[in-house]
Structure formats: C-alpha cells, structure tokens
Nanobody
Framework: QVQLIESGGGLVQAGGSLRLSCSAS????????MGWFRQAPGKEREFVAA???????YYADSVKGRFTISRDNAKNTVYLQMNSLKPEDTAVYYC??????????????????WGQGTQVTVSS
C-alpha cells in the first residue's frame, strides 16, 4: 500500500509560481512512475505530467514549457514546479502513482494510487 500526501497548493496571481510536493510512504517509491493530474470544477480529471523511475518526463501540451516535474527518491517525494500560471490552471491537483513503467498516455484508469488533492487557484 502506498499513501500519497500533497502539499504546496494555494492562491497565486496570474504569472506567478507555485511548487507542489507529494510525499509517498513505502520503500518502493523509486520503482514507481509518478504523475500529476488536475480537475477543474465541472470538468474531468486530466493528465498534467509524469516522471518515470529513471527520470524521463512528459507533459500535457497545455503545461509544456511552464511546468516541471521532478523527483527525489531519497526523500520519497515528487514535485511539480508551476511557472507562468494562468487562471485556467485553477484546479485541484492530484498526485498519482503507477506501479510500473509510465504508460503513454497516462490516464486516470491506469493509476494505482491517488493523493487526496491540493487546491491551486490562479487569480486574473
């Protein structure tokens, strides 16, 4: 069993930055594909970014060039650095873990573990 706990959400003005963190329990963190999803009000949960156990990354087109996913296996933590934030980035952001290689595409149905979510609000 893996527990994921997100932190770092909040309110920021458009153009600002936030860094989300996701701390994972368990000793097998380094073997997991880790990702971030988000869900805006009235919309479906959507993929944001993923990082493989080897550090390969890929992103949704909507965040490419603005968001960076990274991981620290020694700390069992994955990060999402979000720059140049836009009001349309407003959503609840969820950490996700897949007990294998990163699928492409990574969809919600392939996720083995979810965090509880953290709210990100970008004001215009």
């Amino acid at each position: 069993q893996v527990q994921l706990i997100e932190s770092g959400g909040g309110l920021v003005q458009a153009g600002g930055s936030l860094r989300l963190s996701c701390s994972a329990s368990g000793r097998t963190f380094s073997s997991f594909c880790m990702g971030w999803f988000r869900q805006a009000p009235g919309k479906e949960r959507e993929f944001v970014a993923a990082i493989s156990r080897w550090g390969s990354t890929y992103y949704a087109d909507s965040v490419k060039g603005r968001f960076t996913i990274s991981r620290d296996n020694a700390k069992n933590t994955v990060y999402l650095q979000m720059n140049s934030l836009k009001p349309e980035d407003t959503a609840v952001y969820y950490c996700a873990a897949v007990a294998n290689n990163c699928p492409r595409p990574l969809t919600g149905g392939l996720v083995d573990y979810w965090g509880q979510g953290t709210q990100v609000t970008v004001s215009s």
